[in-house]
């Protein structure tokens, strides 16, 4: 059975919207759109495609999947938001997250009213994933078990078995959701073409980590067709404006894929560089192994470590969470860059 059958009812029902032909070679008078274009916005009076075809080739080419397993969302955190909408019924359904995690999975979830069940990852154990606890936390309920992987901020992976072992206990009764945005950095391979092939589980992918387009709002949602269709009917028409789609089809090209993956393998020899040194920093107490482009370190002197870095025009991330008291997660910046926040550090080590 494809986890398309779980999703909601009404959602399922859905008679999506048919948005205005466009055909090449035609007189345009079924949009609504205005006939002039304006100074400096070249083809802007036109809609973009609804789904701009070109891009999900590029994008699924670069995912090893095929166009109609993946679809190019505003940055993954809608492919989140489209997956709370389509499984969860406001009221009796839940997600499962393990926590510390992205933060965005709690908020989707409680927009739409599903409930949240949590598997907390444990410090004890290095903040590990530990599939039979979650597969323990979940529900009937339970339509979709979010796992981060690498997990932000911990930053540590869910195994390949582990995702598989998910699914399977899961089948017929959650989607299980693995997001990878940043999965560039970790040495690990993807599980997008296991996605594609299976029949209840999904990858999130996003060009804002390793693409360096956080700014044009980009990401994917790959999985089994039906699940894909089921989402494509949710996301708005022309969601993704023409700009985006023209300077993400260039950032896709060899040559910028060839930079982009350079640029991620300089950040995991910076990552590991940077580890080394903040283990040796009397300010830092902890940091903890990280296949993502940050760290997430604990303070040794939490208040004074803030104080100085902010003194030193430094912003890292600090957590709410009563699990990462005292912690920050440092994105691993150019050279020069790292070189600051150790220089920032080391200024306020007792001499
Ligand atoms: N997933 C994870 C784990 C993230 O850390 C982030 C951003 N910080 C996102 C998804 C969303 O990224 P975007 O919407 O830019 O693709």
Redesign the pocket.
Known sequence: MSAAALARPEIRALDAYAPARQESGMLRLNANEASWTGDGAQGLNRYPPARPRELHEQLAALYGVAADNLLA????????DLLVRAFCRPGADSILVTPP??G?YRVYAAIQGARLVTAPLEEARDFAFDAGRALGACEDATKLVFL?SP??PTGGLVSEADVLRLARARHGRSLVVV?E??VEFSGAPSLARKAAESCNLVV?R????ALAL?GA???AVIGPADVIRLLDGLLAPYALARPVIDCVRHALTPPNLERAEAAARAVIAERERLAAALAASPLVQRVWASRGNFLLVRFARPARARASLREQGILVREFDDAALQGCARITIGAPDENERLLGALAAEAPA
């Open positions: 969302t505003r940055g993954s955190s809608e492919a989140i995690t992205f965005m981060c997990n932000n997001d945005a940043y999130l996003t060009l804002s980590k956080a709002r980009c990401g």
